[in-house]
Each structure stands twice: as C-alpha cells, then as structure tokens.
C-alpha cells in the first residue's frame, strides 16, 4: 500500500487521484502504523511552513518521517519540509536535505507559476525525462542548490526543483498536475 501523508495541508486529493489513474492503490492518513508499514510514502502538500509543522510534531510524525526506510516522495511544501530551516514563519523543519528554504527575491513575478523545465537533472526519478520536458509549479518559496540538489530550474535565480537522499526524494514542482511528464516521474518513484 501507498501511504499519503495526512497533514495541514492541501492538495492531497490530487495526488491519490494521479496514483489512481497509474492504477495503484493509496491511503490518505497520519496513522503511524500505516505510514511505517506502507510500502512507499508520498509526502504531498500545499500550505504554510510553520502550521505545517505544528501538526507534524503534534501528531509525532516529524520523527516518524525521519526514521522511514522505504522510498519516500515530498512534493512541493514537501520538499520544503525536508529541508533544515524555511525562512516562512522562520520554521525549523526535518532536516533530511541540507538545504534552506528562502522567500523568492524581487524579480519575476511571485510566486513561480506555471511551466517551466529543467537545466539539469540526475538520479532513478528522471529516467526517460528529458530538459525540453516541462512540469507544473506553483510555489514563492524555493530550497537553495546543495549537495542533495538532484534537478536544477531557473526562475530568478537557480534553485533545487528536485532532492534526493537516501531513500528520500522531493520535487518543487507538482508530478500529479504535470501531464505525461509528471505521470513518467511518478511512475519512477513506484518503481524504485
């Protein structure tokens, strides 16, 4: 079973409605048991940092999220949630990627919406992907480049569209809302 992390915050329907229409099964849920037993981890959201991690450390998840073995996928403010620190509400987050999360400087305009593509990738997500496909993102936040930085996008600057390390993986940009492309990343995931 797939577990969907249930937390607060939003978009987490779209997510299970993409696995459904790969044909996988999924549960949306902050039951500890299920997550630790699931045979993969989805960690979706759209929302703000701080509350997002109230609820995470109300509910003890934070520790459990960090403790997971099995592939382990953060999307958007689950990425960011995966990072050390996010300048949003000034919130110490889980730590996994060694990264920060930072408020877009003055630019284009905020937040990044829409479709854009990728000037570099690297690991098992982006297998068949190629820089002239594009995907979805919807975010005014972004994880600055580090070592756990597995794909790089533009806007403004150059930040950390995707992360990997060890079991875990997160990318900025929505794979549920991103068609085709999006569907082939997601499918990489589950076949980790």
């Excluded at 995470?56 to 958007?76: E, F, H, N, Y």
């Excluded at 854009?116 to 496909?133: A, C, E, H, P, V």
């Excluded at 975010?139 to 150059?158: G, K």
């Amino acid at each position: 079973m797939i577990a969907i992390i249930k937390y607060n915050a939003g978009n987490i329907r779209s997510v299970q409605n993409a696995l459904n229409r790969l044909g996988y099964d999924s549960t949306i849920t902050d039951d500890k048991k299920e997550i630790e037993n699931a045979s993969k981890v989805i960690f979706p959201g759209v929302g703000e940092a701080g509350s997002a991690m109230r609820y995470l450390r109300d509910k003890q998840l934070d520790t459990l999220i960090r403790s997971l073995r099995q592939p382990v996928l953060g999307i958007c403010l689950g990425l960011q949630l995966m990072c050390s620190y996010s300048e949003e509400s000034n919130t110490e987050c889980l730590n996994i990627f060694n990264s920060q999360v930072r408020f877009f400087p003055p630019g284009d305009k905020i937040p990044h919406m829409g479709w854009n593509n990728l000037s570099s990738m690297k690991g098992s997500l982006f297998n068949s992907i190629t820089k002239n496909n594009d995907l979805y993102f919807v975010h005014s936040y972004y994880a600055e480049l580090s070592a756990d930085t597995a794909a790089v996008c533009e806007y403004i600057l150059p930040f950390s569209a995707a992360m990997q390390k060890d079991n875990f993986y997160a990318t900025q940009f929505h794979p549920e809302k991103s068609a085709g492309t999006g569907e082939s990343i997601l499918l990489n995931f589950l076949h980790i």
